[in-house]
């Protein structure tokens, strides 16, 4: 959130949000006192027999923890893993271990994951469940309103995106009011927008107010319930779940850092947060370095608007060192599908001589082979450019933003 520093402790370095696999978002939820389905976390073979047996049956739900949506729709890339996704459902304790072993160590593809897919080194198995039907409850920060939200729909299981697209009337925003929390007439709206009556109404009341004690009081960014599901028996269930967290909160929530698998994260997000740098790892050819998310937005629009895709979002932010800009510079270098390097720095809090520095100091010690176009403008502009010029380097000057943006596309393309 653009507002979270504000919870930083001095000090701590700035950190996106972090995300923790499915089985521990339950277990954060339970412990609120939500209803979830038993279910036990296997982290190898050995464990599947265990796991198996501590659960009654007769079905069993073999589910690939990984962190991104579209588990059950996806395909694994390895031929041994069969055509099923990841979530299976499992007749027999044989059936679990077949599909443990057709999952665990294989690369898993989804909507949410590259072509490459995320090899699947958890998985969670989960008692089966009879539902009768599926909705959707999500929980997050409405930038309009300033508030937290939920998000309700009787259409469940399905991506919200697509709902909200083609029958936007089925989905409730319903922001709730922090000082007063869930009140009786908020729990009421969601049921009814659920259609929720008898012991899921009941179930209802209770769940909406648990599920947001949990998000404030752990700093989530995002709570995603889908499906929530009414059973046979007329009871609510919570079938799956996805949390992310405030990173810049984190301090507060050593219980939660320990949930974090950096296996999931992209090495190069890893090493920028130990720099303090906001950096996200995109699909595209050209790296850019920007200070300011704004600014960087702007950026990536502008490199796509003349036909190229951003590789990267990275924000150096507003106190950066020419230390702390090499390390920037090297870590978009690390990414071999970058072809070329676009820096856009506007100078306040940050000087425009020290980017340059910074840059000058990085391309010497990466023997950059890519084009590069630098854009400065602000404090100690003329002394950046200056900088740059003397600097006997290979590094195209841009006047501004649109300059900058042409200039690296046709070099790019060029190469």
Same mark, same amino acid.
């Given at each position: 959130p653009a507002c979270a520093g504000s919870f930083r402790k001095p000090g701590q370095t700035r950190? &996106? $949000?972090?995300? @923790?696999?499915?089985?521990?978002?339950?277990? &954060?939820?339970?412990?609120? #006192?939500? *209803?979830?389905?038993? #279910?036990? *976390?296997?982290? $190898?073979?050995?464990?599947?027999q265990k796991a198996v047996d501590t659960l009654p049956g007769p079905l069993w739900v073999v589910k690939s923890q990984i962190h991104a949506g579209g588990r059950g729709k996806g395909k694994f890339i390895e031929a041994a893993a069969g055509e099923k996704g990841g979530v299976r459902l499992a007749f027999s304790?044989? =059936?679990?271990?077949?599909?443990?072993?057709?999952?665990?160590?294989?690369?898993? &593809?989804?909507?949410?994951?590259?072509?490459?897919?995320?090899?699947?080194?958890?998985?969670? @198995?989960? =008692? #089966?469940?009879? @539902?009768?039907?599926?909705?959707?409850?999500?929980?997050?920060?409405?930038?309009?309103? #300033?508030? *937290?939200?939920?998000?309700?729909?009787?259409e469940g299981g399905m991506d919200i995106e697509e709902v909200a697209h083609e029958t936007p009337e089925k989905i409730l925003t319903l922001p709730i009011d922090p000082t007063a929390g869930v009140t009786e007439a908020d729990a009421a709206q969601l049921c009814d927008a659920l259609k929720l009556d008898g012991a899921a109404r009941e179930d209802g009341m209770k769940l909406f107010p648990i599920l947001y004690k949990a998000f404030i009081e752990k700093d989530m960014a995002m709570l995603e319930i889908n499906p929530l599901i009414v059973m046979e028996n007329g009871r609510l269930r919570v079938l799956d779940a996805k949390v992310s967290f405030d990173g810049n909160a984190l301090f507060r929530h050593p219980d939660i850092v320990e949930l974090r698998d950096t296996t999931e994260e992209d090495e190069k997000e890893i090493e920028a947060s130990e720099w303090d740098l906001a950096y996200i790892a995109l699909d595209g050819t050209i790296g850019c370095m920007v200070n300011g998310a704004g600014l960087a937005m702007a950026t990536m629009d502008i490199i796509k608007l003349y036909g190229e895709e951003p590789a990267n979002f990275c924000d150096v932010g507003g106190g950066a060192n020419a230390e702390k800009v090499a390390a920037a510079f090297k870590i978009i270098m690390k990414d071999p599908n970058v072809k070329g390097i676009l820096v856009n720095i506007f100078g306040g809090i940050m000087k425009c001589d020290v980017i340059a520095e910074g840059v000058i100091a990085a391309v010497k010690e990466t023997n950059l082979a890519v084009p590069l176009v630098v854009r400065l403008e602000g404090t100690n502009v003329e002394m950046g450019k200056e900088i740059i010029k003397n600097s006997g380097l290979n590094v195209i000057p841009a006047d501004d933003l649109d300059d900058a943006a042409q200039k690296i596309v046709a070099a790019v393309k060029e190469a």
């Open positions: 950190q &996106v $949000s972090m995300n @923790i696999h499915e089985y521990q978002a339950k277990a &954060v939820l339970k412990s609120f #006192g939500a *209803p979830v389905a038993e #279910g036990v *976390p296997v982290l $190898s073979l050995d464990d599947v304790k044989e =059936d679990v271990l077949d599909h443990a072993k057709a999952m665990l160590g294989n690369h898993l &593809v989804t909507a949410q994951t590259s072509d490459a897919g995320k090899q699947v080194n958890r998985l969670y @198995i989960e =008692d #089966g469940a009879d @539902i009768d039907r599926e909705l959707y409850l999500s929980l997050l920060v409405d930038r309009a309103t #300033g508030r *937290p939200a939920f998000v309700a729909s009787t």
